[in-house]
T-cell receptor
Framework: QEKVQQSPESLIVPEGAMSSLNCTFS?????SIWWYQQHPGKGPEALI?????GNKKEGRLTVYLNRASLHVSLHIRDSQPSDSAVYLC???????????FGTGTRLQVLP | AQTIHQWPVAEIKAVGSPLSLGCTIK??????LYWYWQATGGTLQQLFY??????VESVVQLNLSASRPKDDQFILSTEKLLLSHSGFYLC???????????FGAGTRLSVL
């Protein structure tokens, strides 16, 4: 069973700062990794995904994947109070229908 | 545009009572469908998935069952609720051969 751990559990940053979130997974065969954003009482929304080793940038978001160390990180540049939410890392193997979510990081961006 | 609707929005039920939660997806033909459960403050846990009408695979045993009676409908149910069933139930869909999940707004269940 895939295990997905996230750190830190909670993160508080001032507006305009860089927010950095981490995720480690247990299975090197996991081929697809996503980051989701979840606001209180709502369903998660997909933000960005990565499948290949290296980095991917979309707007203020950058994600880095290192398969050798089973580690993926999400960096949010110029963090805004509206970015305050729980961020979830999710992993799965291609062509399976099992998507395993991490424990989540609660991000709070202070104005 | 695709829409996903979950019902009810919230339920308060007694231990031992039956439960039925529903999910409908419009605007997408033959999606993969999923049920997830999230205990308060807990991790999202996949319960079931379905790739076609009438076919449902169980991922975790929680004394719940699921059915897909129509291409666009996914039902989660149990005949006897436990206290441990309390939490947030989320339905999601994805395209075939892609695993980006699109979630509904969820159903908040309180079992007393």
């Amino acid at each position: 069973q895939e295990k997905v751990q996230q750190s830190p559990e909670s993160l508080i940053v001032p507006e305009g700062a860089m927010s950095s979130l981490n995720c480690t997974f247990s299975n090197s065969a996991s081929q697809s990794i996503w980051w989701y954003q979840q606001h209180p009482g709502k369903g998660p929304e997909a933000l960005i995904s990565i499948f290949s080793n290296g980095n991917k940038k979309e707007g203020r978001l950058t994600v880095y994947l290192n398969r050798a160390s089973l580690h993926v990180s999400l960096h949010i540049r110029d963090s805004q109070p509206s970015d305050s939410a729980v961020y979830l890392c999710a992993v799965s193997k291609t062509n399976t229908n099992k998507v395993v979510f991490g424990t989540g990081t609660r991000l709070q961006v202070l104005p | 545009a695709q829409t996903i609707h979950q019902w009810p929005v919230a339920e308060i039920k007694a231990v031992g009572s039956p439960l039925s939660l529903g999910c409908t997806i419009k605007g997408k033909s033959s999606p993969n469908l999923y049920w997830y459960w999230q205990a308060t403050g807990g991790t999202l846990q996949q319960l079931f998935y379905s790739i076609t009408v009438g076919q449902v695979e169980s991922v975790v045993q929680l004394n719940l069952s699921a059915s897909r009676p129509k291409d666009d409908q996914f039902i989660l149910s149990t005949e006897k609720l436990l206290l441990s069933h309390s939490g947030f139930y989320l339905c999601a869909w994805s395209l075939r051969r892609q695993n980006t999940l699109y979630f509904g707004a969820g159903t908040r269940l309180s079992v007393l």
